[in-house]
């Protein structure tokens, strides 16, 4: 046959099998590394390539089934177009040499070359190759189907079940790194407000209410005068009201609801009229879970309630969506009513300043997992309630007590990072 074929030709066959080798190693490499939530992405935007590189590969084992036998044919007809050129050449010496000579060639140009190219750039070989494959498995079917059979049976005999290539779904971890590794193309407010919200099942209404000792709300057993002044100066669209203290809550009052009042109108039977049923939830209450009930509820307000009944603190919708976008409804006036600044590298920090608020607003590191206020924290540690100019560490951060009686801690004041410490006390 070499005889009756031209040695320009066989050259010419040669390069076109090497060239196709490449293709189906190269083009098996892309579509394999394809980012499969990238690739769905495309194709709901109606990218041609990417629509049938999804299809393709819902079944995995037909498209490899093709890409292989595409390989291999091409390989074995390089095989034997080389011991044709190689003997018509030099004789049986000529293709001793011609067949190692042809392996380095299709380890370096039809293997490793391609399959490197397409790991770095997948897209760019995937999609004008899915545009190959899809017509050509019709056109190869029964040999396909052959091929993936016997091998279906080989893996079922070895225990291998499953059929076809599902997108599993992301873990809450995953989706985590995938947003920190989105770099420049999402802005860092929106990374935040991205990490915020998948992190609102790690944060309860615990870490967000405000405590007990902190609630504002409406004594009914005060004197008018001074019902009418709570409401004047709150700065609270809705207020719990009660009867002696707020375990007794009659249920919580919208300050839109006096718009219409005079002042001389407002009475305690009125405002028991207006009063809304107290809407209670327990404590440990994931933020997620709670925001979910705030929307079926239609509810903006709950009162959380430990495991005997006791109101442990008000949680808000704006102390959730606040997790998430940050502080919006601060008066600035009072931000640095838990922190001042006593020097370059020193602050003097409330005692009862929550420690989630702190570590948001000075870009803080202290445990969270633990107690929510400063006092809590350094109680936990030191298992008492220290003296004054008592000194420890906790996360690196260097901590003096400033004022403290016999009941809680009232300041302390809290160093800069010391990124070498421990974090012990």
Same mark, same amino acid.
């Given at each position: ?17 090497? !060239? ?33 590189? $999804? ?19 091409? &390989?074995?007809? !390089? %095989? ?23 392996? *380095? ?38 040999? =396909?189907?052959? *091929? ?24 809450? $971890? ?85 718009? &219409?009042?005079? /002042?001389?109108?407002? /009475? ?45 603190? *008000? ?7 606040? $997790? ?34 702190? &570590? ?14 400063? &006092?809590?924290?350094? =109680?936990?540690?030191?298992?008492? %309630? ?15 007590? =400033? /004022? ?22």
């Amino acid at each position: 046959m070499g005889d009756d074929v031209p040695l320009a030709v066989l050259v010419v066959l040669l390069v076109t099998l090497l !060239l196709l080798s490449a293709f189906f190693s190269g083009s098996e490499t892309a579509l394999m590394s394809l980012n499969r939530y990238q690739l769905r992405h495309k194709a709901r935007e109606g990218h041609r390539g990417a629509i049938l590189a $999804e299809r393709l590969l819902k079944r995995p084992d037909r498209l490899l089934g093709l890409i292989l036998f595409g390989n291999n044919l091409a &390989n074995a007809a !390089l %095989i034997a177009i080389v011991t044709l050129i190689a003997a018509s050449i030099g004789g049986e010496p000529a293709v001793a040499v011609a067949i190692p000579l042809l392996t *380095i060639v299709v380890l370096i140009f039809a293997e490793t070359a391609p399959k490197t190219l397409a790991a770095l750039h997948p897209e760019r070989l995937a999609f004008p190759a899915a545009l190959v494959y899809y017509p050509l498995q019709f056109l190869t079917w029964p040999f =396909v189907w052959l *091929i993936n059979m016997c091998s279906n049976a080989l893996l079922f005999l070895l225990g291998v079940r499953g059929k076809g290539a599902q997108l599993h779904s992301l873990t809450q $971890e995953e989706l985590r790194t995938l947003v920190y590794e989105a770099g420049s193309r999402i802005s860092t407010r929106y990374r935040k407000m991205l990490i915020s919200i998948l992190d609102l099942e790690k944060v309860t209404v615990d870490d967000v209410m405000v405590p007990h000792n902190e609630i504002v709300g409406i004594d009914l057993d005060n004197d008018i005068t001074e019902i009418q002044r709570v409401i004047a100066e709150s700065g609270h669209t809705r207020l719990p009201v009660y009867r002696e203290h707020i375990d007794q809550v009659l249920g919580v009052l919208h300050l839109r609801r006096l718009a &219409n009042l005079s /002042e001389r109108a407002i /009475e305690r039977d009125t405002l028991r009229k207006l009063l809304s049923e107290p809407y209670f939830v327990p404590e440990g209450t994931p933020l997620s879970t709670q925001l979910v009930q705030f929307q079926r509820r239609r509810q903006r307000i709950a009162l959380v309630v430990d495991e005997y009944g006791d109101i442990q603190g *008000i949680v808000t919708l704006e102390d959730i969506l606040e $997790e998430i976008v940050g502080e919006f409804t601060t008066d600035p006036a009072d931000e640095d009513d838990d922190v001042v600044r006593e020097g370059s590298n020193s602050w003097i920090v409330d005692g009862s300043a929550n420690i989630r608020e702190l &570590n948001r607003s000075q870009d803080w590191d202290l445990p969270t997992d633990g107690p929510k206020t400063v &006092n809590g924290l350094i =109680v936990e540690m030191l298992e008492t %309630i220290p003296e004054p100019r008592t000194c420890l560490k906790i996360s690196g951060y260097p901590i003096e007590i =400033v /004022e403290s009686d016999d009941t809680r801690i009232r300041s302390v004041r809290i160093g800069q990072r010391i990124e070498a410490a421990d974090s012990g006390g």
